[in-house]
């Protein structure tokens, strides 16, 4: 079983920034590329970021290519999500995600992913 956990998420004006992070336990973290994905209310739950086992590649959605960087620190088991120029479009709840299995280099698709995190609220206002 893997647990995640994020923190991070506040609110803060656009052009600001936050810092997002995702503490996750229960299987050997390194091993497993993570994501980021984000739910805006009234909407499907979306793709944001991938980071491969070593964090060596990274995949974003095209709205956020630029402004966020995904990273990761395999001896602390943390993923992280620096979101920059914040728009109030990005305003979502962010979930940190781990898949079922060491498979795909660069998940992105919902499917891909089995394990979840509780979410945290990013909200941007205008």
């Known amino acids: 079983q893997v647990q995640l956990v994020e923190s991070g998420g506040g609110l803060v004006q656009a052009g600001g920034s936050l810092r997002l992070s995702c503490a996750a336990s229960?299987?050997?973290?390194?091993?497993?590329?993570m994501g980021w994905f984000r739910q805006a209310p009234g909407k499907e739950r979306e793709f944001v970021a991938a980071?491969?086992?070593?964090?060596?590649?990274?995949y974003y959605a095209d709205s956020v290519k630029g402004r966020f960087t995904i990273s990761r620190d395999n001896a602390k088991n943390m993923v992280y999500l620096q979101m920059n120029s914040l728009k109030p479009e990005d305003t979502a709840v962010y979930y940190c995600?781990?898949?079922?299995?060491?498979?795909?280099?660069?998940?992105?698709?919902?499917?891909?992913?089995?394990?979840w995190g509780q979410g945290t609220q990013v909200t941007v206002s205008s």
């Open positions: 995600a781990a898949p079922a299995a060491a498979g795909k280099v660069l998940p992105r698709r919902f499917n891909d992913y089995h394990y």
């Open positions: 229960g299987r050997t973290f390194r091993t497993y590329a």
């Open positions: 980071i491969s086992w070593s964090g060596g590649s990274t």
